[in-house]
């Protein structure tokens, strides 16, 4: 079974709107990666936090880890249409769990 | 650095068929992943190679795949026989296991598998 959910499933926003998408976890983790997947460049990787970190970033993406609450967010700013694709959030332990993903569109 | 090359691309089967994936990791990854993808899901990990060894295959049937990485480089996995629920996209990654970011995995193109 999925170890990560996202929420929402589905998002649909304007360019250089914000988009936000969230996992939650169930288990303990030594850190969470966040993964884009579109049919251009598959699934590729974008950012990883440890479980003993609050907050990351590169470039456009915000990532925050709250272990307490077993969650974690992405935030992509000034959203471009080239970052239309699915976002999966991936819980490590001795392995990667990927959640279902978050499929976001970015219409100009 | 050359990516992860998978191959083939796409293949259609009939249930109860055969089929082999390849996959070629990136040179000096020892780490090598096979994915399930069902549409509309996450990836779901299969097998896990460290070298030719086997680190992880808790969630592979092995009623009906196996797969393999003689040399600690290139892979294949098989389906015998196909049943029509293996319908997914098929993913290898790789992940070098030292120096900085050793925990990213870099991911084929994918092998869309269809049985019919």
């Known amino acids: 079974s999925q170890q990560g959910e996202e929420d929402p499933q589905a998002l649909s926003i304007q360019e250089g709107e914000n988009a936000t998408m969230n996992c939650s976890y169930k288990?303990?983790?030594?850190?969470l990666q966040w993964y884009r997947q579109n049919s251009g460049r598959g699934l590729v990787h974008l950012i990883l936090?440890?479980?003993?970190?609050r907050e990351k970033h590169s470039g456009r993406l915000r990532v925050t880890l709250d272990t307490s609450k077993k969650s974690s967010s992405l935030l992509i700013t000034a959203s471009r249409a080239a970052d239309t694709a699915s976002y999966f959030c991936?819980?490590?332990?001795?392995?990667?769990?990927f959640g279902a993903g978050t499929r976001l569109a970015v219409h100009p | 650095e050359a990516g992860v090359a998978q191959s083939p691309r796409y293949k259609i089967i009939e249930k109860r068929q055969s089929v082999a994936f390849w996959c070629n990791p990136i040179?000096?990854?020892?780490?090598l992943y096979w994915y399930q993808q069902i549409l509309g899901q996450g990836p779901k990990l299969l097998i896990q190679?460290?070298?030719?060894?086997?680190?992880?295959d808790s969630q592979l049937p092995k009623d009906r795949f196996s797969a393999e990485r003689l040399k600690g480089v290139d892979s294949t996995l098989k389906i015998q026989p196909a049943k029509l629920e293996d319908s997914a996209v098929y993913l290898c990654?790789?992940?070098?296991?030292?120096?900085?970011?050793?925990?990213?995995?870099?991911f084929g193109p994918g092998t869309r598998l269809t049985v019919l």
């Open positions: 990654a790789s992940r070098r296991d030292a120096g900085v970011n050793y925990n990213e995995q870099f």
């Open positions: 288990t303990s983790i030594n850190n």
């Open positions: 936090i440890r479980s003993n970190e």
């Open positions: 991936a819980t490590a332990l001795n392995k990667l769990i």
């Open positions: 040179s000096g990854h020892a780490t």
């Open positions: 190679f460290q070298n030719n060894g086997v680190v992880d």
